[in-house]
């Protein structure tokens, strides 16, 4: 017999998930990727039952990376729902991935209950997962009553979004998880952060300044950041350069922020740009290790800086900053352009055509490379090829990892839009593109296009049946080389072993879609790259296409073999010679 009061009493409760879920809802997160286990099964299951579109992942960590890729793309945060310890410990090098990159993205983290954990009881899965994750993103919470869950959720929102967006953790213990409390009172108790964050005008005195620096310049320069992607300053950027024809260099997240194929572009003669710049404005770019430091024989020893940056705790990392514009970048931007009436700056034709005529000359060396068409291929045939299909495709989202297949494509293929190119960006992590592509491809419906090395696909590359399952328009691909940074390398041992860097050039990892019901493709020459890749993206379908490369192809980090220090004794002290050079002279 059903006891009707009983009944009638639980009709007018609501739950920790069904709240949680809510109160989500209600803050705009349309998407939570993650792996579901013990607490929050019923949590996710809840979610997608109310709305909030669910992508079961494979891993914790790629869960992550695909709700920060929709973070970047979009500007708001998607959820990453991970179990508790392991699964919590799995997503927490993306999570501090996020916060350096600067994506918006919250982890909620099942866990186990709080008593037995802080008494060291020996629980299950037992880890205090709040005071651990604070290190690793902007800010970390748990809920401990299912009355703060509306505070929790508005908290980090505004948090993930605010300042330099990064990354948010929250708590949801098991026996939170377990608390229910009245429907009513939950209604009138749930808030949402405001949103979007107000934006952060800086002082009108730096951007007078900066505005007279740029007048004075011989040879000013812009350096874009992907802050400037992440602030969606594309129209005010686009604009700064039409009036003042200064010419820029996109970082490599910021491709696309003024389309590639701009005459403004320096990515031709980055060198000579970086070698000879006076005043170089810095858009939403740090002088970390991608940049030297601001210093060194890339840079002008007396060049002068000029940053725009939301953090101040960023002004002056690494050198003297002459001019610090402390604000949003979309405002700064609005505001420079107002200030260039009264404030003349203008590009000289002399600087200009300087430049113009060393991207000429370095166009057509690099033009030679990328159509050698040289069999087995080295990445430039292969990502010649690729770029011809992803020029007909200019508004499809590209994924990228690897070492020379990351440094090699992020020269040769060309981004026209904004937010289009997601890679590892500042940490320089692999192991993130595959999520990266899984979440462009959910946050926006658009096809999207991954490339790849072998390396740094085995990491993530799991996810594909996700893809599959999903049915999401990806196209992968992987140039195989056989190794991490290449496949040659010898054993400089005796036991008959692979080198420590070598990895199958055998393979056929186009195979590994054709289990989960998608197209394989096997590419060996630049016209078989092309043709195949062009049949998988016009397909709209899951698909891979494995391009084989040399195993001598490639070369030892990519483009950072300086970050790799060389032993001073034994046989790699002057640099092994392994069994064929790459290509003519590539040498370790």
Known sequence: ????????????????????????????????????????????????????????????????????????????????????????????????????????VIMIGGSSS????????????????????????????????????????????HVACSGRPGAVYIDFPDDAVAQTMDKDEAEQKLWIANQPAPAMPPAQASIDEALKLLSEAKNPLMLVGKGAALAQAEDELREFVQKTDIPFQPMSM?????????????????????????????????????????????????????????????????????????????????????????????????????????????????????????????????????????????????????????????????IYQPRHRLDCGTWGVMGCAVGYAIGAAVATGKQVLYIGGDSGFGFDGMEIEVACRYNLPITFVVLNNGGIYRGDFENLGNDGDPSPLTLSHDAHYERMIEAFGGKGYYATTPAEVEQMVGEAVNSGKPSFVHVQLADYAGKESGHIGNLNPKPVVGPLATSEMTSNPYLKGAHM
């Open 254 to 414: 910021a491709k696309g922020v003024i389309p590639d194929d701009d005459p403004h572009c320096t990515a031709s003669c980055r060198g000579l740009a970086l070698r000879t710049a006076d005043v170089v404005l810095l858009v939403g770019a740090r002088l970390n290790w991608m940049l030297n430091f601001g210093e060194g024989k890339e840079w002008n020893p007396n060049v002068k800086f000029i940053q725009i940056e939301i953090d101040p705790n960023e002004i002056e990392n690494a050198r003297p900053i002459a001019c610090p514009v402390v604000g949003d970048i979309k405002s700064a931007m609005a505001m420079l352009n107002a200030g260039l009436a009264k404030t003349s700056v203008k590009a000289s034709d002399e600087w200009l055509n300087a430049l113009k005529a060393n991207a000429a000359e370095n166009d057509a060396k690099f033009a030679a490379r990328v159509n050698s068409n040289t069999v087995p291929m080295g990445h430039y045939d292969a990502l010649g090829a690729i770029k011809k299909v992803y020029d007909q495709h200019k508004d499809m989202y590209l994924a990228n990892e690897g070492a020379n297949t990351l440094d090699d494509a992020r020269n040769i293929i060309d």
């Open 1 to 104: 017999m059903v006891d009707e009061t009983a009944t009638n009493a639980n009709q007018n409760l609501t739950d920790s998930p069904h709240y949680l879920a809510e109160a989500l809802l209600k803050s705009g997160v349309k998407t939570m990727y993650g792996v579901v286990g013990i607490p929050v099964t019923d949590f996710a299951r809840i979610a997608q039952g109310m709305g909030i579109r669910y992508i079961g992942m494979r891993h914790e960590e790629d869960a992550v990376n695909a709700a920060a890729a929709e973070g970047f793309i979009t500007g708001k945060p998607a959820v990453a729902l991970t179990v508790s310890a392991p699964g919590f410990l799995n997503g927490l090098a993306a999570m501090l991935e996020a916060t350096t990159n600067g994506f918006p």
């Open 114 to 157: 709080r008593h037995v954990v802080d008494m060291h009881e020996g629980e299950y899965e037992g880890l205090d997962q709040m005071n651990y994750a604070k290190d690793f993103c902007k800010e970390s919470f748990r809920i401990d009553k299912i009355e703060d869950i509306p505070l929790a959720v508005a908290r980090a929102m």
